[in-house]
């Protein structure tokens, strides 16, 4: 048997070039950084698509519910302003009706009043008498109804609730004024029933 020197420090050529061809393959870096980092973007991107959309879909959804809900709070002061113009309306047409129900009424007592002045200037509504009792009723009933009588002698002239059916030329006069009431005007609220008739003292030239 023949002893072969060798150093045990040398490796034969066989067991390098196996031991060579059988480990791991060497990388490279920059390969596999660029790898990791696509792999890393396809999946943060598929995340981030999701999560955007549905982000958006609901801000789009909010937005919507918003704006519905100023128009219907629009709505609603539209028509809040309108019902309330409409019972103001309402309320004003009612009292004029009613007030143009009682001027009706009262139309018909005015003759009755109109007597009862003549009486009264004539004497022949003595206190305790029938007749007498007869006219203070009626005036009450005229009085709770609102109707005011007007137009005295020396009060202003007013075209708009006068009715002058005689002008006298008066030394001293400066303005037009009432000398006398030939028929006594009366009104209910701001509804004229009838105006005053009256002669109209005038300014001499």
């Known amino acids: ?10 490796v034969p050529e066989d067991e390098g070039s196996d031991a060579s061809a059988s480990g791991p ?3 490279n870096p920059d390969s ?16 981030d698509i999701l999560g955007a959309e549905q982000t958006d879909d609901a801000a789009g959804a909010d937005d919507a519910l918003a704006d519905a809900e100023n128009a219907l709070l629009t709505d ?3 028509l809040q302003a309108e019902y309330a113009n409409y019972r103001r309306r309402t ?46 009723k009626v005036r009450a009933v005229v009085e709770r109804l ?3 009588a007007y ?19 008066t030394p001293g006069a400066e303005k037009s004024t009432i000398l006398e009431v030939v028929e006594v005007g ?12 009256v002669v109209v003292a005038v300014p001499a030239e």
């Open 1 to 10: 048997m023949t002893d072969k020197n060798f150093d045990e420090n040398e």
């Open 25 to 27: 393959a060497p990388q």
């Open 32 to 47: 596999s950084e660029a790898a990791a980092a696509e792999g890393s973007d396809d999946d943060l991107t598929v995340d």
């Open 76 to 78: 609603l002061k539209r």
């Open 91 to 136: 309320e004003e047409q009612r009292h004029v009706e009613i007030a143009r129900a009682k001027g009706e009424a009262a139309k018909g007592l005015l003759p009755v009043l109109d007597d009862l002045d003549r009486a009264a200037q004539h004497g022949d509504l003595v206190e305790g008498t029938p007749f007498f009792v007869i006219g203070e």
């Open 146 to 148: 609102g109707v005011v």
């Open 151 to 169: 137009g005295a002698a020396g009060e202003d002239f007013d075209p708009q609730h006068h009715e002058a059916i005689f002008q006298q030329p």
């Open 186 to 197: 009366y009104r209910l609220g701001e509804v004229e029933l009838r105006p005053a008739k």
